[in-house]
C-alpha cells in the first residue's frame, strides 16, 4: 500500500532562513510549500478586507489573528496538490491555538523542524534581503547577491523589513515559541542555521531521509 505523503513544518525566528530552506527542500522533495506569510502577503497586495487588516498587524510584527490565518491555511492544506504530493508549511502555528486548530481538523506533521539561529545575527539577514518578484527566489545583499544586473534592478523589499520591525517581530516569536514547541517535541529536529545555507540543508536533508527511509521500512514491515 502507497505511504501517504510527507508532511512537514518548518519553524524559527524571524530571518532565521526558512523560505531560503523551503526553496531547496521543494527542489529536491517537490512537496508543496505552504507559508503564512507569503498567503497573507498575497491578501494584502490583493488588497481584500482580510488582507487590509492583516496589515495592520504585519506592521507592528503581531500574530495576525486566527479568524484570518487559520481558515487561509487550512483551505490551501486541504487543496488536491497539497494533499497528493505532501506540504511543508512555513511559519503556521505561531500559537498554541492554532496547532489545535489544524489539530481539529485531523491535520497533523510528520515532523518540526526547528532553524537555530543567534539573535544578534537575525537584523543583518533582514536588512539585506531581497527578493525577485519575478522568479520569487530569495536573495541577500551580502550573502546572496544577484547574478546579474536585470535581477538586481528588478528587486524588491518587504514592508516590514527593517530594523525596528524584525524586533518587533521577534519579541512575538519569542512569546510564543515555548508553547508550540511543546507541542510537536517528540517530532523536532533541530538544525542548525548559522552556516552555510547549504550546510543548513544539507542537515534538513539528512532528517529527510531517514524520516522516509523509517517510513519505507515500517510499511514493509505491515
Ligand atoms: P513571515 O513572512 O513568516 O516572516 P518571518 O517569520 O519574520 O520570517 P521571514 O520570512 O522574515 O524569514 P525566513 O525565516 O523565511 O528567512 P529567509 O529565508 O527569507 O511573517 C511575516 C508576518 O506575517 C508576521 O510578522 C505576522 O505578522 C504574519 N504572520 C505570518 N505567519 C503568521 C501566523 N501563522 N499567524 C499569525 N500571523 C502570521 O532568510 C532571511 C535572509 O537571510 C535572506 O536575505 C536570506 O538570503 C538570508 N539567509 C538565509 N539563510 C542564510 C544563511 N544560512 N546564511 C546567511 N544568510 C542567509
Redesign the pocket.
Known amino acids: 500500500k502507497a505511504e501517504p505523503p510527507p508532511r512537514i513544518m518548518i519553524s ?12 531547496l527542500i521543494t527542489q529536491k522533495y517537490n512537496l508543496v510549500h505552504i ?4 498567503l ?2 498575497a491578501e494584502v497586495a490583493a488588497g481584500s478586507e482580510n488582507g487590509r487588516r ?1 496589515r495592520e ?2 506592521e ?7 479568524e ?2 487559520v481558515t487561509m ?1 487550512k483551505e490551501r492544506l486541504l487543496q488536491p496538490d497539497s494533499q497528493e504530493q505532501g506540504w511543508l508549511l ?6 498554541s491555538s ?1 496547532a489545535l486548530a489544524l489539530k481539529e481538523f485531523g491535520i497533523e506533521p510528520d515532523l518540526f523542524v526547528l ?1 537555530e ?1 543567534p539573535e544578534e ?1 537575525l537584523v543583518e ?2 536588512v ?3 527578493l525577485d518578484p519575478v522568479t520569487g527566489k ?4 551580502k ?2 547577491p544577484p547574478e546579474n544586473d536585470e535581477i538586481t534592478s528588478r528587486l524588491t523589499q ?1 514592508f ?2 527593517t530594523e525596528e520591525k ?1 524586533k ?2 521577534l519579541r ?2 519569542n512569546q510564543n515559541v515555548e508553547a508550540v514547541l511543546s507541542l510537536y517535541k517528540d517530532i523536532t529536529i533541530k538544525i542548525d ?5 547549504e ?2 540543508f544539507a542537515q534538513i536533508d539528512a532528517a529527510l531521509e531517514n524520516l522516509l527511509q523509517q517510513r519505507k521500512e515500517t510499511s514493509r514491515s505491515l
Do not use: E, N, W
Open positions: 524559527g525566528a524571524p530571518a532565521s532562513g526558512k523560505g531560503t530552506q523551503c526553496q507559508a503564512a506569510g507569503d497573507l502577503r492583516a498587524y504585519m507592528k510584527g503581531q500574530l495576525v489573528p486566527d484570518i490565518v491555511v512555513d511559519g503556521y502555528p505561531r500559537s492554532q532553524l539561529v545575527i539577514r533582514v539585506g534581503r531581497r530569495i536573495y541577500h545583499l550573502y546572496f518587504r516590514d523589513d524584525v518587533l517581530r512575538t516569536h542555521g548559522q552556516v552555510s545555507k550546510d543548513v
